[in-house]
T-cell receptor
């Protein structure tokens, strides 16, 4: 049973480009959470999704960031027109229906904006 | 507003010595509390969690934590550390029923021979 799979592990983008981060939850998990970890800081909540629904996006920056979790396929965190301040580690976690705190984290995507 | 504070940014401990990591929270109701460990380049692994009941919680890898409501603390302990315990440790509190977590800034643990 594979864990939470995130790809790519490392992503380098030039300022102004788009970044797409993918997260495949554990088999049987229907809840996905995205967190961002800036250097020297803890993780900050970004967004919580269920299949085809955004439940809580209170931690998402108002512009350039979007997330989806389609009926089929992985969850995608999309950052348009990246800036240097977007450089961070982005972690995805999934949990099963009925156990919102039963998180399993992925290994993260390290985004570097040059 | 809820908050989680880890007062120690960095701790150095000798292999075989005991370890205690501090965590203080600010939360109106009975909190759900967690400790996670992050090895370099890896995701977070859950060590233990407290929801209710016995205030001394046992976790994986020989760790335990004690919930003290009067002190708003949830300190993590290990009686004898191993070199493999070198990592960053995060305390977290659940801030709503959806499962959203608020994390502390983390404590980096270095283990010396």
């Amino acid at each position: 049973n594979a864990g939470v799979m995130q790809n790519p592990r490392h992503l380098v983008r030039r300022r102004g480009q788009e970044a797409r981060l993918r997260c495949s939850p554990m088999k049987g998990h229907s809840h996905v959470y995205w967190y961002r970890q800036l250097p020297e800081e803890g993780l900050k909540f970004m967004v919580y999704l269920q299949k085809e629904n955004i439940i809580d996006e209170s931690g998402m920056p108002k512009e350039r960031f979007s997330a989806e979790f389609p009926k089929e396929g992985p969850s995608i965190l999309r950052i348009q027109q990246v800036v240097r301040g977007d450089s961070a580690a982005y972690f995805c976690a999934s949990s099963p229906q009925g156990d919102n705190y039963g998180y399993t984290f992925g290994s993260g995507t390290r985004l570097t904006v040059v | 507003a809820q908050s989680v504070t880890q007062p120690d940014i960095h701790i150095t401990v000798s292999e075989g010595a005991s370890l205690e990591l501090r965590c203080n929270y600010s939360y109106g109701a009975t909190p759900y509390l967690f400790w996670y460990v992050q090895s370099p380049g890896q995701g977070l692994q859950l060590l233990l969690k407290y929801f209710s009941g016995d205030t001394l919680v046992q976790g994986i890898k020989g760790f335990e934590a004690e919930f003290k409501r009067s002190q708003s603390s949830f300190n993590l302990r290990k009686p004898s550390v191993h070199w493999s315990d070198a990592a960053e440790y995060f305390c977290a509190v659940a801030t709503d029923s959806w499962g959203k977590l608020q994390f502390g800034a983390g404590t980096q643990v270095v283990v010396t021979p």
